[in-house]
């Protein structure tokens, strides 16, 4: 089989491979599509010198070729999507294997390039607002109020949906561009705010004090002292990103807040009793999608996997501006 991996000079290389077998819970998939996001480009650069080329994906919708001897639920001719497992190989390639416990049948509404661009951020958003926050998804916290710091990337995007199509909640996004700041209205967000300026007195000068929880899909560091301004007595704050410098806990400490972080592979990584909701979690989105409630966030899909297209996704991903989701094709897959 055909992958497309990087190399420890960071260059973009096609290498044939054999294709794998699947093992006893697994699932041979064939990629009609993916998409790209930050962690690819975090993961791009950590491939050290001499090491073998990795092959990077995590985000992906295709074809069941085969299952392993312990898979049920699914059979070959299936069409799927899945994020998978960060310590293996990933989905930019003609073939690949995933566990399938964190697989699900795709949305049948939607095409293959729509379907990849919702894994890793529907689970990252699910995840963040129903196991870290707390958050009900029966809709009984509907007097509550969320605040989503950088909305309007992939996990933003899928945040507001969920949060106000699911859960009823009052949404509060911030975004720094005018055409972000209409992405998330259009969404679904009640406020949006431009949180490259002073936010938080544009919040409290619309009536709101403080916000029930706190996510934060930006930078730890940078919103660090205004989450915890803006944040209520005894609220809930989920931080997506690693910190880059040490933060001062005692900022939340007169609240009684509580502070998680969300990391969407930690299921797959620890092998943890509840790895399976994952794939759970997947067929909930995708029977969301199905009956119209949530849709894709797939903004723009760049063309068929190959080196070109795939250092195209990881640029525009690193200049920080991207709105919703990128995808490529298969290798001479259509969307």
């Not at 290389?13 to 930050?38: C, H, K, M």
Request: charged fraction near 20%; glycine fraction near 10%.
């Amino acid at each position: 089989m055909k992958v497309i991996a990087i190399d420890s000079r960071q260059q973009w290389v096609e290498l044939e491979l054999p294709t794998p077998e699947p093992g006893p819970g697994d699932l041979l998939v064939r990629i009609e599509a993916v998409a790209v996001n930050p962690i690819d480009t975090k993961l791009r650069g950590s491939v050290a010198a001499g090491a073998a080329p990795k092959v990077l994906g995590w985000d992906a919708a295709g074809v069941v070729l085969a299952v392993g001897e312990a898979v049920t639920g699914f059979q070959p001719g299936d069409e799927v999507f899945y994020a998978g497992d960060v310590l293996r190989p990933g989905c930019n390639a003609e073939l690949q294997l995933v566990d399938a416990r964190l697989a699900a049948h795709k949305p049948a509404t939607l095409g293959f390039a729509e379907a990849a661009a919702l894994p890793l951020t529907g689970l990252t958003a699910w995840e963040s607002l129903f196991e870290r926050l707390g958050i009900c998804a029966e809709g009984t916290d509907q007097d509550r109020c969320l605040l989503i710091i950088g909305a309007a990337g992939g996990v933003g995007s899928m945040a507001i949906q969920l949060a106000k199509q699911v859960a009823g909640l009052n949404v509060i996004a911030t975004a720094s561009r005018p055409e972000s700041l209409a992405w998330c209205r259009d969404l679904g967000a009640d406020v949006c705010l431009d949180h490259a300026g002073d936010w938080i007195a544009d919040m409290r000068a619309g009536g709101l004090r403080y916000v029930d929880y706190v996510l934060n899909c930006n930078s730890v560091d940078a919103y660090w002292d205004a989450m915890a301004e803006a944040v209520k007595p005894q609220g809930i704050v989920c931080c997506l990103a690693s910190a880059i410098q040490p933060l001062d806990l005692n900022r939340f400490k007169n609240k009684s807040v509580r502070i998680a972080w969300e990391f969407m592979f930690t299921k797959a990584m620890y092998q943890t009793d509840d790895m399976a909701s994952q794939g759970e979690i997947l067929k909930q989105l995708a029977d969301l999608v199905d009956i119209g409630i949530t849709r894709s966030t797939l903004t723009d899909c760049l063309g068929p996997l190959s080196p070109a297209n795939l250092s195209l996704a990881h640029a525009r991903i690193e200049q920080g501006h991207t709105i919703g989701k990128l995808a490529l094709t298969g290798m001479g897959a259509t969307a």
